[in-house]
């Protein structure tokens, strides 16, 4: 069946020229559609309205590869891709989506809509091994996002102008989220790697003391997201034998915490 183009990308698709390719001499590769083997070609750029994805596994690689679009819905528009290697999902640690509030995860390889290149080019990068510099430097831009008195959110890639955001809680909520996001994806894949661990233990601690120093109302139902962290966040501890590192958090109380009920 045919597919209608959205209209921002009939204004754009000449300049869209490259393609995702493999072969067994090269692996994966991004050159000109107009050179490519067509045995070669995985994916094509496209600019379909609504709803679309394709999936190729490379079997001598172990490698799954799917890319999935939703062009023309505004912040509901998203471009991304999702990998897996032997069954296990290859984490995007990229800290260009950080603050974005919607579409985006650790688990997807998410890139601005109708930017083709760039995804092809995460996918090969990923797809090549996990960079724990990068997962690092992610989950210290979580613990920093904690520490800040106002950030700027966009609700989605395609949105021009960022919102700031300046209130504590609202800020944690956002930092929740990303937590939530983070123990997810590191649930989804096989990371051996101590020092990213380490680093996340760190970031738990630092949100555990966030939400005692900050005021609380249980009224709100947006705090049920917080009790989620923190059960996650336990999970996470427990699964890695720190159950008292957790546990200790919660002997000292912070004087200037107040929580409210009605």
């Known amino acids: 069946m ?3 183009n959205t209209s921002a990308w009939q204004e754009i698709q000449f300049s869209h020229t490259t393609c995702l390719c493999h072969s067994e001499a090269m692996g ?3 050159t000109k559609i107009s050179i490519a083997p067509k045995e070669d070609v995985l994916f094509l750029p496209h600019g379909y309205k609504g709803f679309w994805k394709k999936e190729v596994q490379l079997t001598k690689e172990n490698l799954t590869i799917r890319i999935e679009t939703n062009f023309g819905y505004g912040v509901r528009t998203y471009m991304r891709a999702i990998v897996e290697r032997n069954g296990q999902r290859l984490l995007d640690f990229d800290q260009n989506k950080m603050y974005i ?3 985006c995860s650790v688990k997807t390889i998410d890139v601005p809509p109708y930017d083709w290149e760039r995804l092809f080019n995460k996918i090969i990068s990923i797809s090549k091994r996990f960079d724990s510099s990068a997962a690092i430097s992610y989950v210290d831009e979580i613990i920093n996002l904690i520490d800040n008195k106002e950030i700027y959110i966009k609700d989605s ?3 021009e102008e960022p919102i700031k955001w300046n209130e504590d809680y609202i800020i944690t909520l956002f930092a929740a989220n990303k937590i939530r996001d983070l123990i997810n994806g590191y649930n989804t894949t096989i990371i051996i790697d101590e ?3 380490e680093k996340c233990t760190q970031l738990f601690h630092k949100f555990i003391r966030k939400i005692q120093e900050i005021d609380i109302d249980l009224s709100d139902k947006r705090t049920i997201q ?3 962290t923190l059960y996650m966040i336990h999970r996470f501890m ?3 034998e720190r159950n008292l590192d957790f546990f200790e958090l919660f002997l000292s109380k912070s004087g200037n915490s107040s ?4």
Request: aromatic content about 12%; cysteine-free; overall charge positive.
């Open 195 to 197: 020092l990213f661990s």
């Open 157 to 159: 890639f395609n949105k």
């Open 28 to 30: 994966l590769y991004v």
């Open 2 to 4: 045919d597919r209608s």
């Open 226 to 228: 917080l009790a989620d």
């Open 101 to 103: 509030l919607n579409n």
């Open 259 to 262: 929580i409210k009920r009605t």
């Open 238 to 240: 427990v699964k890695k």
